[in-house]
């Protein structure tokens, strides 16, 4: 080992709003995040409407895995595109390769089409694991394999496990599984947050610590899974006016939530 190996790097740390945000989190807890998830998050709502339409709880499930790993480099809000994509497939259901269905769509997408080519050979790669998969194999990782899901999209796609679009990817399977199987399952503490921009900004106002070991760490400590903690931040910082309006109604915890902004 190398001395760096020994030596701790020390990251700038504002103790005293780092304490705020944890007594803010622990005291919203992961019912707020659920709440938010439910009943704010206008993504979760658009699943709700592909799963209405199309009543097929496994294909439901593989097009939102699919479509998670796409989400990138949108050209749109990400919730107008989780919209598109429910309308698209709502009335245009996958007959057969959902890759071969993706070549078509992101190419008239109007918050979805750069970099199409990559993101179908994506799903190329993706396919043959997808269609290896029943109910019961997707029933299984939602109920006490989530990591396992990670794991495995992992090494089919040669990704990191900390990818952005790997751990959003298992996010929207927990929306997906929660509607498919009308049970609520936490997400895993081992599953990190998704590190993209507003993530990083946000978390400089606290410390120079990578934003991914320092919410790991916010979670241990207020009992907040990192995913659920991503639910809680992003009303805060999407900033989407109808986001902050169906927050508002949950007026026990909107106020709270919104302390976090300030921070």
Known sequence: MTLDGFIRVKYR???????????ILSELGIDCARTIEERVDLQFDALKNLHD????????????????LVSYQ?????????????????????GGSIA??????????????????????????????????????????????M????????????????????????????YAGRIAFGEFVPYPMTIEIPDDMRISAYTKRFTSEPPVSFWSRVAKETGIPPLHIDSIL?????????????????????DLVLELKNL
Do not use: C
């Not at 949108?74 to 996958?94: A, Q, V």
């Not at 071969?100 to 993706?126: D, I, W």
């Not at 006016?241 to 915890?253: C, D, G, I």
């Open 13 to 23: 740390v504002n103790e005293e709003k780092v304490e705020v945000l944890r007594e």
């Open 234 to 254: 992003w009303p805060v910082l999407g900033g989407k006016e109808e986001v902050l309006r169906r927050l508002r109604k949950h007026r026990s915890k909107a």
């Open 147 to 174: 990591e396992r899901l990670r794991d495995e999209l992992v090494r089919t796609l040669g990704s990191k496990k900390n990818a952005k679009t790997i751990v959003f990817a298992v996010k929207m399977f927990g």
């Open 100 to 145: 071969e269905a993706y070549s078509r769509f992101l190419p008239n997408s109007r918050t979805n089409r750069r970099l199409v080519a990559g993101k179908v050979r994506r799903l190329q790669k993706l396919e043959p694991s997808l269609e290896r998969l029943s109910i019961n194999d997707l029933k299984e990782y939602y109920f006490s394999g």
């Open 53 to 68: 339409n199309l009543r097929d709880d496994e294909l439901f499930i593989k097009l939102v895995i699919a479509n998670s």
């Open 74 to 94: 949108l050209s749109g809000k990400g919730e107008d595109w989780w919209w598109e994509f429910s309308r698209h497939f709502s009335e245009n259901p996958p």
